[in-house]
């Protein structure tokens, strides 16, 4: 159901009670009849001069039926109170339990899906009279289900007792279990930030404090988007809320901070400065060994199993083939020396995982500071590309035979640290060139570090290493597949050779994704510079033919030559033209992704498929080729006007970033469908053009 046409039944279903007195009139008859009746219950029968009395409207919804909060979200609307008392008596301000969500359509609701109660404190005057005191109210609330919506009412009332102040009283102790399921007060003030429709909160909350499925409910309208995801960092004795915002009106907010089932914290926030700082917010029962435990050792052993079947599968992608090349080499040389092979094996792993826990440990440092980033967040700086061009290159001609590096593992006569040595950074080479690639399996293990502790987090990184050098610790360790590794001999320098090839495929892929992101004039300045690298070598290469020492004279100028080549990179304006021209020439036509351009479409009734991808993603780049870049995917998507929107993640993006995160993925390709009216489907990561088309003839 739409928003108009949930506000549309809620505005017929009061039209209907008003011009419908003798519906209204059965409504009085008895709470019975009711959806959500109410039944009016005081804490105690007797009352006392100068104190107060509380009372309950216990609410039952019958089955699939709910009731509002004070602020009921999106739509419906809440709990009202017209009070008949006695002179001398007063009615406080209702109180609220802490209420659930219910998100029906992309409409935010606040509601009580079971039981709950609403109390209302009555203060007595000292001089009201002993005896009988009637009370009566007449409520009115909202009932609904998923689908319909009626207005409800009813005339309920209770008579009292007001007895001397040495008299008994008699307690209900149902009144408990009403006020353990009340917010408590927070003692402190929060403040709060509204910037570019951004709304944040910082909550003071002690750091020991347990918290499951966190949420704030706010009794404000206007301030915040209620639909909109609720992110919650953790920074020691702060609890950080992210969301969008609808306005910046107030400058003083209430609201409850829930942090358990039932469980929350009443508290009042000032506008003030807040930074999205800390961590992301994970269940605090994963410390004691509750349930929460149990759920993130789950999630952790699924996404660790996840890790290291994507890791393997990674050594299949283009993006780590080229450098297993330098692997391949160190295994031929070994041959079937069990030792070298074992010690050789164990040094590459040890590259790989400390670079994929290293890349790790900066991306978890990054997002606790604020910054929007996501796996292979270093491809998103031309800088780091420039600098991984010149060194895929420098390799490769060191295959070729242009020079030689004596300390790395690539001479004809290595000693035995030197080989270990030159596994371990080949290793972390080829870990740092896979990040670009997300294969099967790696998009929830990634994922879910964005909730896990970092500890937990740190371990799934570590495990997509083992993944990508787990081929290699197989043959290391498994006699039949060692022993079949060929020997050493006069073959291995013409292999070492062809071995260059895929090297310079890999500089040809960097240079192409090097203009997608600076553009055709300046990467032809930065190409000059690595000719002049090239050069270098070259020089270096002939002096060691010669016999003579030119090591250091080398390393300072190529030091330069990279330097200047990172300083002639363009600025940002020219970065952000260049990706602006990329997307002028697509088959299937797109708009830029911003969540205000996909709610404004998704408002309309319109599909909408959005993608996300990177020049530097191979599997986005494949999936682009074989499947939504194609003809037949353009024709159907016009025909049924599907709205593209592109999320380009080349350069860095804090919007995408934080979008990618909402839906559990660290990093590109992600691709979702709109139906209208309907909650996203994420599409598979592998594409085909049937998977795009059947989209739009199979119900979703």
């Known amino acids: 159901m739409t928003f108009d046409v949930r506000i549309l039944a809620i505005i017929l279903a009061f039209w209907t009670l008003a011009f419908a007195p003798e519906a209204e009139a059965q409504n009085r008859l008895g709470n019975t009849e009711l959806n959500v009746p109410a039944t009016l219950v005081a804490e105690s029968q007797e009352a006392q001069a100068g104190q107060s009395v509380t009372l309950a409207f216990v609410m039952e919804p019958k089955p699939t039926w709910h009731g509002y909060w004070e602020n009921p979200g999106d739509a419906g609307i809440g709990m009202s109170f017209n009070w008949t008392l006695p002179a001398g008596v007063t009615a406080e301000p209702a109180q609220f339990q802490v209420p659930d969500t219910l998100l029906i359509s992309g409409i935010m609701n606040y509601v009580y899906k079971g039981d709950y109660a609403v109390l209302v404190n009555l203060v007595l005057a000292d001089d009201v009279p002993l005896g009988s005191l009637p009370i009566s109210v007449k409520s009115e609330w909202l009932s609904c289900t998923d689908e319909i919506c009626v207005p409800e009412q009813d005339e309920l009332s209770i008579t009292l007792r007001v007895v001397g102040e040495d008299a008994a009283i008699k307690l209900n102790e149902r009144f408990n279990g009403f006020r353990a399921a009340l917010p408590r007060p927070l003692g402190s003030d929060a403040s709060f930030s509204v910037n570019d429709d951004i709304f944040r909160l910082s909550v003071p909350l002690p750091a020991d404090v347990e918290i499951d499925d966190a949420y704030f409910f706010i009794k404000e309208d206007g301030i915040i988007d209620y639909a909109a995801p609720q992110k919650f960092n953790r920074d020691g004795d702060r609890v950080i809320l992210e969301t969008g915002a609808r306005g910046d009106a107030l400058e003083s907010i209430e609201g409850i901070l829930k942090v358990g089932d039932h469980k929350g914290f009443l508290f009042t926030a000032s506008k003030g400065d807040v930074e999205m700082s800390g961590l992301p917010l994970v269940n605090s029962k994963a410390i004691d060994g509750g349930s929460g435990a149990q759920s993130n050792a789950s999630l952790l052993f699924l996404a660790l199993g996840g890790a290291i079947l994507g890791g393997l599968l990674l050594n299949l992608m283009p993006c780590v083939f080229p450098i297993l090349s330098l692997k391949a080499i160190s295994l031929a040389k070994a041959g079937g020396n069990e030792s070298v092979v074992r010690r050789d094996a164990l040094a590459y792993t040890a590259g790989v995982v400390m670079v994929a826990t290293t890349?790790?440990?900066?991306?978890?440092?990054?997002?606790?500071?604020?910054?929007?980033?996501?796996?292979?967040?270093?491809?998103?700086d031309p800088r780091i590309i420039f600098i991984l061009l010149a060194l895929v290159t420098a390799i490769g001609l060191n295959l070729a035979g242009l020079f030689e590096l004596p300390n790395v593992n690539f001479g004809n006569k290595l000693a035995q640290k030197d080989g270990a040595a030159g596994s371990f950074w080949t290793g972390a080479l080829a870990a740092f060139v896979a990040t670009p690639c997300t294969g099967p399996f790696m998009a929830a293990a990634l994922g879910a570090t964005i909730v896990l502790p970092p500890i937990a987090a740190l371990v799934i990184f570590a495990g997509l290493g083992v993944g990508l050098a787990l081929p290699f610790l197989i043959i290391a360790y498994v006699p039949t597949i060692r022993s079949r590794l060929p020997k050493p001999g006069a073959w291995l320098d013409g292999f070492r050779k062809a071995m260059a090839i895929p090297m310079f495929l890999t500089s040809i892929g960097l240079i192409w994704l090097l203009g997608r992101q600076i553009g055709t004039d300046a990467l032809g300045l930065s190409l000059i510079f690595l000719l002049i690298v090239a050069l270098i070598l070259w020089w270096f290469g002939g002096g060691q033919m010669k016999g003579l020492s030119r090591g250091m004279a080398t390393s300072g100028a190529m030091v330069a030559a990279i330097a200047l080549g990172i300083a002639a990179l363009p600025g940002e304006a020219a970065m952000n033209d260049q990706k602006m021209a990329n997307t002028s020439t697509a088959t299937l036509p797109s708009e830029p992704f911003s969540e205000t351009r996909l709610s404004e479409l998704r408002a309309s009734g319109q599909p909408v498929f959005a993608y996300f991808t990177a020049d530097w993603c191979i599997t986005c780049k494949a999936n682009e080729a074989a499947a939504i870049q194609r003809t037949e995917t353009a024709d159907a998507f016009s025909a049924a006007k599907v709205a593209v929107l592109?999320?380009?993640?080349?350069?860095?993006?804090?919007?995408?970033?934080k979008f990618l995160e909402k839906h559990g993925r660290a990093g590109v390709p992600l691709y979702l469908y709109y139906a209208p009216g309907e909650e996203p489907v994420i599409l598979p990561q592998i594409l085909t053009v049937a998977t795009l088309t059947d989209l739009l003839t199979k119900p979703v």
């Open 359 to 380: 890349l790790g440990a900066v991306l978890l440092g990054l997002r606790a500071s604020g910054a929007a980033v996501g796996w292979a967040f270093q491809l998103q």
């Open 646 to 657: 592109m999320g380009d993640w080349t350069r860095p993006d804090p919007e995408i970033s």
